[in-house]
Structures are given as structure tokens and as C-alpha cells.
């Protein structure tokens, strides 16, 4: 079993659409939580960082559950700049980062 | 945030030839990682570089394979030695904000081995 596992995808959603992308990890010592947006043949940035409160950026809405060890994002009015993939990543208390392989989001008109 | 810059871009080699890629960080960093980004696939960590000590090395990555420099806490290099067609991927250098737990990657290397 992978570390941090995630929906496959890919997600085809037309614009306006709300998205949900679920991650699952295995080390109950995980420490921090991130989702990162990766853009083709571009490096990996940070979307937003996951708090155990929930915390939402504009559009986006990160939740965490410890209990469940289960991260999600979700995607209000889908744009068309927001087709990318998405990667869950997940800290240890050793600073060690584990990447999830990533779901492909595709928002068309 | 920190701003980093890797150096080539990207090249394309003949097997069993090696390749040496720079990282360079515009901020002092105690840790760099190195990740490698095969197509279609995830990160994967190759290796901690500390300054001042060796590299610390993920399952299934070796010294001899990808040695490490790390001559001070701005910069490191990855050589990808005796390259093979299977070490066609991306090879990204990244950096962890002290602060917020941040990681920030380089644009990447794209290696094509022939």
C-alpha cells in the first residue's frame, strides 16, 4: 500500500463545477499536510497548506481528518485555469515529504 | 519564500555518460532535496543533502549512482552517473521554509538519456 493515496482521476468537469479530491495517507506520525498544484512540464507549487479546522482560500476548501487519516480539497466554480494536477502531500515530524501521484483536474468550456 | 534556480534546464545524453545538475538557492537552507519525476508519475526523493556531511540516501538510491555535493547552504549538485535510458525524468532540487513548513521546488531538469 502506497504512503499517500489518491483519487486516479482524471477529473473532466465543465466550467462552473464543483470538484472534490480525496487523499488518504498511512503514517498516523504525519505531522503537516499540503495540497501542491503541478502544471505540465512545470515544477510543483503550494496550493494551500491543510489544517485539522479546515481552512478555505477563495474557491478552494482544504479538510482534514486525523481520526480517518484523510485530506480533501474541494473546487467551487470550476475555471478553466484551474485544470492541472493536484498532488497531496503529506510531512512526517522528520521534515520527510511524501507525494501522492497526483490527480489530473481538466475544466473545459 | 525562496527562489530557486537549476542549471541545465535540460540536456540530452548518451548512455553511460554522466550529468552534473546545480542548485542554487537565494537564501541560506540547512536541508536540500533532491526528488526525481519520471513520466507520468510522482516525486520521489533521491536524497538529503546536508551541509557539512554526506547525503542521505531514500531506498532504492545509491552514492555511486547519484552522488551529492553540498559545499554550503546555498548550493548543491546532483551528477546522474553511467546514465541509461531508464534515468530519463526530471530531476528537481527543493527547499522546506523553516517557518511554515513549506516546500519549494526548482523548474526542474528535464534529462533525456538516448
Known amino acids: 500500500r502506497k504512503e499517500v493515496e489518491q483519487d486516479p482521476g482524471p477529473f473532466n468537469v465543465p466550467e462552473g463545477a464543483t470538484v472534490a479530491f480525496n487523499c488518504t495517507y498511512s503514517?498516523?506520525?504525519?505531522?503537516?499536510f499540503f495540497w501542491y498544484r503541478q502544471d505540465c512540464r512545470k515544477e510543483p507549487k503550494l496550493l494551500m497548506s491543510?489544517?485539522?479546522s479546515g481552512n478555505e482560500d477563495g474557491r478552494f476548501t482544504a479538510q482534514l481528518n486525523r481520526a480517518s487519516q484523510y485530506i480533501s480539497l474541494l473546487i467551487r466554480d470550476s475555471k478553466l485555469s484551474d485544470s492541472a494536477t493536484y498532488l497531496c502531500?503529506?510531512?512526517?515530524?522528520?521534515?520527510?515529504?511524501?507525494f501522492g501521484d497526483g490527480t489530473t483536474l481538466t475544466v473545459k468550456p | 519564500s525562496a527562489v530557486i534556480s537549476q542549471k541545465p534546464s535540460r540536456d540530452i545524453c548518451q548512455r553511460g555518460t554522466s550529468l552534473t545538475i546545480q542548485c542554487q538557492v537565494d537564501?541560506?537552507?540547512?536541508?536540500m532535496f533532491w526528488y526525481r519525476q519520471q513520466p507520468g508519475q510522482s516525486l520521489t526523493l533521491i536524497a538529503t543533502?546536508?551541509?557539512?556531511?554526506?547525503?542521505?540516501?531514500e531506498s532504492g538510491f545509491v552514492i555511486d549512482k547519484f552522488p551529492i555535493s553540498r559545499p554550503n547552504l546555498t548550493f548543491s549538485t546532483l551528477t546522474v552517473s553511467n546514465m541509461s535510458p531508464e534515468d530519463s525524468s526530471i530531476y528537481l532540487c527543493?527547499?522546506?521554509?523553516?517557518?511554515?513548513?513549506?516546500?519549494?521546488f526548482g523548474p526542474g531538469t528535464r534529462l533525456t538519456v538516448l
Open positions: 527543493s527547499v522546506v521554509s523553516g517557518y511554515t513548513d513549506t516546500q519549494y
Open positions: 503514517n498516523s506520525a504525519s505531522q503537516s
Open positions: 491543510v489544517y485539522s
Open positions: 502531500v503529506v510531512n512526517t515530524n522528520a521534515g520527510k515529504s511524501t
Open positions: 537564501s541560506q537552507v540547512t536541508m
Open positions: 543533502a546536508n551541509q557539512g556531511s554526506e547525503a542521505t540516501y
